[in-house]
Structure formats: C-alpha cells, structure tokens
C-alpha cells in the first residue's frame, strides 16, 4: 500500500521495491544453503518475474496518477503468491506430496475489490471437485479469492486469517490453527495492561464481541466460519510455539473466569437524534440504519433511551462527515419542521467493553466496571448492553480509554 500510495504521490517507489526483493534473494539463499533439493534457480525466476509485473504495474499508475481498486487487490497480493510458491518448493524438497490451491479459482468472493466475502457453500463444492489425493499437503495464498467474473479480489483487513478460517470450514477440518505474534487472546491488550493474563478457550460468542470491539488478534470475519460450522480454532505464537494458545470453541470453562476479556475502539464519534418528534415516531432506528447502510457506514454501537425522546449511536471518527450528511439528509423535513432538535456530534471517543459468558449468571459486574471508571475520575458519555448479557460497553472520552481499561481491568481481574 506504501509503495501504491507513494507512486499515485508522483514519488519514486523503487527503493521500497528494492529493499523487498533483497528480501525474498536473501530467504531464498538462505533456504537453498540449508535445504538440498530446493528448487533455487525455479524459485527465482518466480520471484524475479513477480517483481518485474509489479514494476510494470506501478510505472502504469505514475502515468495515471491514480490505482484503480481492482489493480490495487492485484497489487497488494503479490507478497502471499510468492510466499506459497516458496514453501510448496520448500515442502516439495523435503520429500512431501503438495498441491497448491489457486484462490482466485476455488474461492467465490461476492463484495468489494478490497473487501470481499467468501461464499463457503460454493467454494466448498469447487474445492471438493479438484479431487485432492489425502496425502498431499494443501497450501493456499491467504488474503485472496475469485469474484464471479473470474478477477481478483482481497478479503480485507485480516484477510489471511480469515482465508485460514474459510478453508477449514470448506475442508470440514478437525481443527484451525491461526498462527500469530502473540501467545493468543489475552484478557485485554498486554500493551496496554502489562499483567494482562492469557485466556486458555473462550467460546466463540466471547471471541466475536471481543473481536467486534476492538481485540486485535482477532477479526469478526474469522470467526464467523468457524462458529458456523463448529470448528475449534487454536491461536499460537510462531516465536514460541511453546506456549498453549488459547482454544476457541463451542463453550469456555478452563479459565473459571466470568468475565473473558475487556477491549477498546478508539477514535469513534457519537451522533444524537432527539427531539419533540420522536416519541412514538415509528422505525427511527431502521431509518438510522438504512442510512448509514446506503453511505456504506458501519454502526458500531446503538443506544435509545426508554422515553423514545432520543437515540444515540457511535461511527468510526473517519466516517463522521459522511455520516452527518447522511443523517441530514433522511430526517431533512424532521429538522426543517423542528421535530427532531439539530444533530448532537460528539467527537474523539471510544468505546471500552467487557466481555465473558459468566456475566449472564453473575451479578454486580457492572457495578464494578462503572465504580473503578468513576475512581479514575473518567466520565460515562453512554452505555450499551448486548441482549445476550455477555457484554457491556461505555463511551469515554479518547483520551481516557487506555486509563479505563487498565482501572477496568484492575478492578475485574486483580481484586
């Protein structure tokens, strides 16, 4: 994306394209000094014409002075391609049978260029029809799939983990293992919270609240396939295997924890629709969401309060713009006709949630959460419970989430 960005800029791209190719010469040396058989001279050639296209490709949009989306997914993959083409000729000389997966074929992506869906069903029965033999080692580049006109397409943020995901569920797999820079999930960021502990399972509810609002380590998207289709899915650290992970499932009992994990999402803004009209006023809430649905928005939270005079929900600060016009724009003849008062806009926010199972079951957990917040001297702008009871989330100021979350977790795991 540097490179993308720093070419449609009018600047020279070629050091960063430099600095990647030395790379991948000095892991294929590396791997052709220390494995006989490794097919360097093949290899090579892969990587040099991989580059060469890349080249020609980022020529083309200095003279465009722009990157179509679909040219930008082409571009942004190409670290994945070469990568599977190394470790299928690394496998291959060690004497294992491989057959590599061709995404852009097998993977049916419906949405976005940059942020596409798999279709499992479908991607399922193209894989099933390849006939694998079952003693082949199945490689697949992540972060990629194929739309239905054939073209490439990339899977978004997380992409890879999320491809991890795909393929074990259209491979009915025992188990999916998604292999990381960290331990596994931790009761919140260790960065921000030192003695965060590390959770041994979690259920796949808790991962995808956590995930939702903000655990870095996961990403929604990934666990979706997996909790459809019922597949445990182990997180593990590649710089220390050692350690256990943690284990996604069904149900999470090992920690004897009630509450699992608490996480934050930054710079977020909180627009409020209140006024005389409202009470009574029927599908406020649709309207909200429709409207943010058709600027392509993303709610992340929703609160009403119970006298229906006002409804408030938080966007990504980046979409704050977009998100007013929007809102002016449906409710035009509401605040023209003084129904609705004009829009509240409250900026620099974020949001911090709780999350775990037991919250069902146990009580005083919110107390808790919103006494240490108040010790800390940190104002609530807004409160939102889950109907499933397994989280609670506040709105803070931006600048007090990282305190809010390291009195948060004081509070819920050190006392």
Not at 242 to 258: F, Y
Request: hydrophobic fraction near 45%; proline fraction near 4%.
């Amino acid at each position: 994306m540097a490179m993308i960005e720093k070419t449609i800029g009018g600047q020279d791209a070629l050091p960063n394209i430099s600095d990647a190719e030395r790379i991948f010469s000095d892991l294929l040396a590396g791997l052709a000094s220390a494995q006989p058989g490794f097919p360097l001279a093949r290899l090579k050639m892969v990587v040099e014409q991989e580059f060469a296209q890349i080249k020609h490709v980022l020529h083309g949009i200095s003279l465009l002075g722009q990157c179509p989306d679909s040219i930008n997914a082409a571009l942004i993959c190409r670290g994945e391609k070469m990568s599977i083409a190394i470790m299928a000729g690394l496998l291959e000389a060690r004497g294992h049978r491989v057959t590599v997966i061709d995404p852009v074929e097998k993977l049916l992506a419906v949405g976005h260029y940059l942020e596409s869906t798999v279709d499992i069903a479908e991607s399922t029965r193209r894989i099933a029809a390849s006939q694998i033999p079952a003693d082949h080692m199945i490689l697949m580049a992540g972060f990629t799939a194929g739309n239905e006109k054939g073209e490439l397409v990339v899977l978004g943020r997380n992409g890879s983990d999320y491809s991890a995901a795909v393929l074990a569920a259209c491979l009915r797999a025992d188990c999916c293992e998604i292999w990381t820079d960290v331990d596994g999930v931790y009761t919140c960021d260790p960065r921000q919270v030192p003695d965060a502990r590390l959770l041994k399972s979690m259920s796949y509810q808790e991962a995808m609240e956590l995930s939702y609002f903000g655990a870095k380590v996961l990403h929604p998207r990934t666990i979706t396939p997996i909790a459809q289709f019922q597949l445990p899915c182990l997180i593990k650290n590649t710089g220390n295997p050692q350690s256990p992970g943690t284990l996604i499932g069904a149900s999470s009992d090992d920690d004897n924890l009630p509450v699992k994990g608490i996480s934050n999402l930054n710079n977020m803004a909180m627009f409020s629709v209140s006024g005389p009209g409202m009470k009574g006023m029927i599908g406020m809430a649709a309207r909200v969401f429709a409207a943010m649905s058709r600027a392509g928005i993303s709610v992340v939270l929703i609160t009403q309060s119970s006298s229906e005079y006002s409804i408030s929900f938080c966007v990504p600060q980046s979409d704050c713009a977009r998100a007013r016009r929007a809102m002016q724009d449906e409710f035009y003849l509401e605040l023209k006709e003084g129904l609705l008062e004009p829009l509240a806009v409250t900026e620099r926010l974020a949001i911090i949630s709780v999350v775990g199972d037991g919250m069902r079951t146990l009580r005083g957990i919110s107390a808790k959460f919103f006494a240490a917040l108040a010790r800390a001297n940190i104002n609530i702008v807004a409160i939102a419970q889950g109907s499933s009871e397994r989280s609670i989330s506040v709105v803070v100021n931006n600048d007090d989430a990282t305190t809010g979350v390291r009195v948060t977790h004081q509070m819920l795991f050190n006392t």
